[in-house]
């Protein structure tokens, strides 16, 4: 998708205004927020199962090369072919490839972020190829033609009115005077008009949660056991991940899955955890008869080697966003790109470069709920404030902005002048806000006086009136 | 033995906005035993330079103010968020310096928020403060989420003659202040602030309070603007019984 997080300040305020997608992001603390709570509190060992997939995550990433090349050993040994693409455009150009060389019409495709990230439907599409996204969210929002608005709720900004109006308008050929509205017979709907599609296309594209170097293996979840049928009904099954998802051994893998579900939804497990080691063998009952593994980088070797390698621990369970006080204002689709909330707000940056990104990591609050609910413990307000960092070495936006922090840095490192200023301008303050103790109007601060009042300084600074008590005058 | 230097890191929103709140953590501080100094080489704690990612001017007040409490004892800040930016980030704005580094963790062992050294490092045998009515407390996100500070404000609230605390629904959560943020997306700051104030409301308490000068002034905004009684004040007001001020954003003149 065409990034477009540099209108971020007018997507946000329009998604506020948005009383439909304000109703949908209102379930979120009763929802995903309460569940994973709930999850969590029944399981003591969670903080320490924390530090453990951390540590797994980087004694990975310390050895990354090393992890992959033994995937690839392994995988190659299990059957299956392995694809290195550097970017989006090498990744896209070799899946379709792989669709060509089987005359593929129709995909079938798994729930998959990175495929998000590289515009793979919109390729393959531009190539004649017809596309079906099978997890429902996916579903619905490709229907809609709109992308995800969170990694694992897609269509988390949608509401069961929605839902209805849109398979009513999509799915023609069922009777008009259907009975939905309720979410099963929605899910239902969705199932059998899937189910032929299972059946009927030629390749299955997933993700993968985690490659397994000691197996060969991709691991999916998923609660609707679509990347089942994705992966094992087509005669060809291509996974597309980044390099960052591989993990050395299956029990480690484990471990990673305990923190994801419950991180995620707030379940133990998720109902579907499907392991996928090559193609079809002689006595296998089904499977593909071709198994192709895309491992695309992106930009993921040049944040390893840089100070936003702790972003690569991301097992991408949506906890950060869930429990992000901005993402929960605004939803995803504001951010403006595929990785919305804190995670993106440092992923989005490290892929897209930080001149077009700057709002991203520095519409943040730094209340820190993100990094306290992070199954793999992401310092996500560090790497938000190290891009500010950047950001300002670039030089602020506006001359205003210039001046007023140079104005601002040069009084606080001079403490005699600070006290100076302090003096006069609260004075000032003092005696125009005497009357009623607050502004509602002043020349500056308007974004905060837009929608509340500045309450006004009592007169006098702390230090002035100090000074005068240590020499016995009475406040 | 003669009482201990508490330096007083009176920050510089209490400084400019609201001074009674500094002299209600001088009361209190000497109530807990120490004798209170208030250094002049201290300004600001630099987290509006460090939050918008100008780290060479946080770096200098972060020695600057290291240097002005070189002779106390302890350093009491009335604010979980710039004794965080004291305690926490101070050493990671000189990592990589070995003397500066050595400097800044003796600096961060001696820096407490004010109600964690009331209850945790100065324990005081009493509060001196009363208030006669029910309060609610907001618990904002630096002191909670960087110093764990949770149970000490309610342990102390817990001893003030005549208060009655009624928590609100996400007191933990943020609301929406974030320095600069409020004022650079105002939009998103004043739907945070909103719910916040909504959950605030529903305790039916008379005053809001919590240990940030800075959430309090958005949290007061946000109150005044829309004509609600809530009233907010510093938690060091309530527990040093300095009430006389009015109210954060109410003036003497109007408010009853």
């Known amino acids: ?475 | 033995m003669p009482a201990p230097r508490a330096g007083l890191f009176v920050t510089c929103l209490v400084d400019l906005m609201r001074p009674s709140i500094g002299f209600a953590a001088a009361r209190l501080i000497e109530a807990a035993g120490c004798t209170v100094v208030v250094p002049d080489r201290q300004t600001c704690c630099g987290q509006p330079a460090y939050n918008s990612g100008d780290r060479a001017t946080a770096k200098s007040l972060a020695l600057q103010t290291i240097r002005a409490f070189a002779d106390c004892e302890y350093v009491v800040a009335p604010s979980g968020s710039c004794a965080a930016m004291l305690k926490v980030h101070y050493p990671c704005l000189v990592s990589g310096e070995p003397d500066l580094e050595a400097e800044a963790d003796a600096f961060a062992a001696k820096v407490h928020e004010l109600c964690t050294f009331l209850t945790d490092i100065r324990p005081i045998a009493s509060v001196p403060g009363r208030y006669d009515g029910r309060v609610t407390y907001h618990d904002a996100c630096s002191g909670l989420r960087e110093l764990g500070i949770k149970s000490a404000p309610r342990r102390l609230l817990a001893a003030v003659e005549g208060l009655e605390l009624t928590e609100m629904p996400e007191s933990e959560a943020c609301c929406g202040f974030g320095g600069l943020f409020a004022e650079k997306y105002a939009d998103i700051s004043n739907a945070i602030v909103t719910r916040k104030t909504d959950n605030a409301a529903t305790a039916e308490a008379s005053l809001l309070l919590a240990g940030d000068l800075g959430c309090l002034m958005n949290m007061a905004g946000k109150l005044t603007r829309t004509g609600h009684p809530l009233a907010c004040r510093h938690i060091a007001e309530v527990l040093a019984g300095e009430l006389t001020d009015p109210p954060i954003g109410h003036s003497a003149v109007s408010t009853p």
């Not at chain 1, 491992?295 to 966003?321: F, K, P, Q, Y």
């Open chain 1, 1 to 475: 998708m065409k990034p477009d997080t540099a209108h971020f300040r007018e997507s946000a305020a329009a998604a506020i205004a948005d009383p439909r997608l304000q109703s949908a992001l209102a379930k979120l603390p009763g929802g995903l927020v309460a569940q994973r709570r709930a999850a969590v509190s029944a399981l003591p060992e969670f903080e320490a199962l924390r530090d453990e997939a951390r540590a797994i995550r980087d004694a990975t990433l310390a050895n990354l090369a090393t992890h992959l090349e033994a995937f690839e050993a392994k995988a190659t040994a299990m059957g299956s072919r392995v694809h290195w693409a550097t970017d989006a455009d090498e990744a896209r150009r070799t899946i379709s490839e792989i669709c060509s060389r089987a005359n593929a019409r129709l995909v079938i495709k798994g729930k998959s972020m990175v495929t998000e990230e590289i515009g793979l439907n919109a390729h393959l599409e531009s190539s004649g190829l017809d596309i079906i996204e099978s997890d429902l969210g996916e579903y619905i929002i490709q229907k809609r033609g709109e992308s995800p608005s969170h990694i694992i709720a897609p269509a988390i900004h949608l509401t069961e009115a929605d839902v209805d109006a849109d398979f009513r308008a999509y799915h023609t050929h069922l009777d008009q005077n259907r009975e939905l509205g309720t979410p099963e017979r929605l899910v239902a709907e969705a199932r059998a008009v899937l189910r032929e599609k299972f059946l009927s296309a030629d390749v299955g594209i997933t993700g993968a949660n985690f490659l397994i170097s000691e197996t060969g293996s991709s691991i999916i979840v998923t609660n609707e056991g679509n990347g089942d049928l994705t992966q094992i009904l087509p005669r060809i099954h291509i996974v597309v991940a980044t390099i960052d998802k591989v993990v050395p051994t299956l029990n480690e893998a484990m471990t990673l899955l305990r923190v994801l579900a419950r991180s995620a939804t707030g379940q133990d497990m998720t109902a579907y955890t499907t392991l996928a080691t090559g193609p079809r063998r002689t006595d296998d009952l089904d499977g593909p008869t071709e198994c192709h593994i895309v491992l695309v980088d992106n930009g993921r070797t040049e944040m390893l080697a840089s100070d936003m390698r702790e972003a690569l621990r991301c097992i991408r369970c949506g906890a950060c966003m869930n429990h992000c006080p901005v993402y929960n204002a605004i939803g995803g689709h504001a951010y403006g790109w595929v990785y919305p909330g804190p995670i993106g707000a440092v992923l989005t940056p490290a892929l897209l470069g930080i001149t077009e990104t700057s709002h991203l990591p520095n519409a943040s609050t730094f209340c820190g709920s993100c990094e306290s609910v992070c199954p793999v413990k992401i310092p996500l307000v560090s790497l938000m404030r190290t891009w500010r960092e950047r950001a300002h070495d670039q030089g602020p936006r506006t001359l205003t902005a210039r001046i007023l922090s140079k104005l601002w840095s040069a009084a606080a490192t001079r403490p005699a002048l600070y006290h100076l200023i302090a003096c006069f301008a609260v004075a000032i303050g003092g005696a125009l806000g005497r009357a009623n103790g607050r502004f509602r109007a002043l020349p500056l601060a308007r974004g905060w006086l837009k929608h509340r009042d500045l309450p006004a300084p009592q007169g006098r600074t702390f230090q002035q009136l100090w000074k005068e008590t240590e020499r016995g005058v009475p406040r």
